[in-house]
DNA sequence: CGGAGTGTTAGTCG
DNA sequence: CCGACTAACACTCC
């Protein structure tokens, strides 16, 4: 599911709700979403408080007043819904499912707050996970991630050189490799490439400086903008707020097949790469 | 009804 | 080591 600016727009919505909330109970109802020990878990996080929420890639992180932080990965489908005292209800994450009742038959994971609060984690195809890690371990496990796009390690000279690790691969399959850069998933792939006017299955290595840079500067200013919107992946549910991202209607190529480029008019195009549905247009990308 | 497709990624196989 | 492919699962769409 979400992506860098779909977690991060729940990451700040999160924060609002949950920073300083006392963690009274933890109920697990799949135990395959919980990584390592459940035991662990369940101590990292009852009794603990929540100082701070933050993101690395497309992980919420919920930092721990036990030493402790948890990992929160929505991969597909996976959904956070916080539930105030009163009943308010507040969703991040994919809207397939129906909110109006919590817990439902998809929620796996809910965190009971000591105000009367909750935090639930839905997951239709029970591919996200949680995991408590020490504080201390946090830079270990997060160690195959590659720089943050939307922070000053993101640089071109540090951009070109992770590239050059995946030289022989596609474009398309690099940019989605956490490993080059952290938090670009299927749709900013497509957006970005489309905005650098490189095809997806273009080999990482033949690409030229000129459009190295191009590519630097379209993460940048695509992830930038999604940010701004919130995200595309609310578009089909409206919070009790009435809020939704907003980046859906303004996408560029990602679910246009067949629909005309808006630099040169030719249908874009729908082709597999990397193993993934992939959407550009044949006359501006190259 | 059957098959393909879905915003992810860890693991396997060659 | 590297890259391609698939499984994990439930649901929608054609």
């Known amino acids: 599911m979400p992506e860098l600016p779909e977690v991060e727009t729940i990451r700040r919505d999160l924060t609002k709700h949950v920073v300083g909330k006392l963690v009274q109970r933890v109920e697990v109802r799949k135990a395959k979403l919980i ?59 994919h809207p397939i499912i129906s909110v109006n009742t919590v817990p439902n038959k998809f929620t796996y994971v809910t965190l009971r707050f000591s105000d009367g609060s909750a935090l639930f984690f839905n997951d239709v195809r029970q591919f996200g996970y949680w995991r408590a890690v020490p504080l201390a371990e946090l830079a270990v496990v997060h160690a195959h991630l590659g720089p943050e796009p939307l922070s000053s390690a993101f640089t071109p000279q540090v951009f070109w050189a992770a590239l050059q690790r995946r030289g022989r691969t596609t474009i398309k399959a690099a940019l989605l490799d956490q490993s080059v850069v952290a938090g670009i998933g299927n749709i900013y792939a497509d957006e970005s490439l489309y905005v650098a006017r490189l095809r997806p299955s273009r080999r990482v290595a033949s690409l030229r400086t000129v459009e190295t840079a191009a590519l630097f500067r379209a993460i940048c200013s695509v992830l930038r903008k999604a940010v701004a919107a919130r995200g595309t992946s609310f578009n089909s549910y409206v919070d009790g707020l009435g809020r939704q991202g907003t980046y859906w209607e303004r996408r560029l190529v990602y679910g246009r097949t067949g629909e005309a480029c808006r630099r040169c008019g030719t249908l874009f195009k729908r082709t597999v790469v990397a193993g993934r549905g992939s959407h550009w247009c044949a006359h501006c990308q190259h």
Do not use: D, N, P
Request: aromatic content about 6%; overall charge positive; glycine content about 14%.
């Open 35 to 93: 990584q390592g020990s459940r035991a662990v878990f369940r101590r990292a996080l009852i009794g603990a408080r929540i100082t701070r929420v933050s993101r690395r890639a497309k992980q919420l992180i919920l930092e721990l007043s036990s030493g402790y932080v948890a990992l929160v990965h929505l991969k597909m489908t996976g959904q956070l819904v916080w539930r105030s005292r009163g009943g308010m209800l507040t969703v991040g994450g």
